[in-house]
């Protein structure tokens, strides 16, 4: 697997749209402060053509444009890291116009997003073979000092750290103030993690995942090289770390179960499960740890449940590809091993 290239003063982050564009508050406010703390770190600003537009409802541009941005990023550019300034709905599409070919054979580039990104951060993992983050998009930069996640990312983007320890606290309940569209994170709630079948996890593999409801999507299309890859690092095992946006409990045992019976959880060692939107909410009676134990009791390995990872922030940075230990008792330590 190809090394990732940190971060240092002086290099240049392209930014993409190859999902949701920042065309209306607050997230034009967040991404202009995000763009000013990256350069007061010393760091160079490349803004993509569509990261302010909204031409697709869904999407910042056009398929074939937004791959475009990306593939441009990725191969003609001097950047060093690309990242994306938001999620979105429907950058599966923008898939057919990626070029993952020119990419395999291409100086590997860091490149980081989170939720619908999951459509670039693991096929370039298991296609291209290169590291991904699976982590913040540009606008949660917006406020310093960085903490939690974003002091993460950061520090994973310019190679600091080897190792990320789950957080006290994260945020149920957002707060929105027109006035002040700067405001931190309300991390108000404690959090609290849940281990399944036993009470402490210790575990080793190769880290791979991200949002489930992308994910099953991905699954069984030509874009779908999981079993190839599985296969070239079976030695290794692996660790699925998953959270998921729209799915309702019940979707989750169905996502889960499309998934484990396409055979990706073949050599799993372990599962990381990050607290979904549909947190606490039932279906059928059933909560989403619930539906979780139903789907992937079978396989016998480690569940740590409502882990620091999801659409409730902090969301921990995970290094997609990358070969880690991962401890669990009554918080979460991701150790990233030398590969």
Known sequence: MKPMNYLKKGDKVYLVAPSFGCFYEPYITRLESAIKNFQEDGLDIIIGPNVYLAKNKARSNSSK??????????????AKAIISVGGGEIMCEILPYIDFEKIKKAPSKIFM??????????????ICDVKTIYGPCMGAFYFKPYIYNTLDSYN?????????????????????????????????ERKKIR?????????????????????????????????????????????????????????????????KEAGWFKYVKGFIIGRPLCFNKRCFNMTHITTTKNALKDLHVP??????????????PIINGALASVKANDNIEITYLDD
């Open 113 to 126: 997003g989170f939720s619908d990104n999951t459509n670039l951060t693991y096929t370039l993992t298991t």
């Open 65 to 78: 444009k937004c791959a475009k941005e990306f593939n441009e990023a990725y191969l003609n550019s001097d």
């Open 303 to 316: 569940l740590i449940l409502d882990a620091d990872l999801g659409h409730f922030r902090p969301s921990m």
């Open 156 to 188: 994973l983007l310019t190679g600091k750290v080897n190792k990320i320890v789950g957080y006290p606290f994260w945020e149920r309940k957002k707060i929105y103030d027109e006035n002040n569209l700067l405001l931190p994170p309300n991390y108000t």
């Open 195 to 259: 281990l399944y079948p036993n009470k402490e996890v210790n575990i080793q593999g190769r880290l791979l995942g991200g949002c489930l409801d992308v994910l099953q999507i991905i699954c069984g299309t030509k874009y779908d090289n999981t079993k190839e890859y599985l296969e070239k690092y079976k030695d290794d095992g692996f660790i699925w770390y998953l959270e998921a946006c729209d799915l309702n409990p019940v979707a989750i045992e169905r996502a889960l179960f499309q998934l």
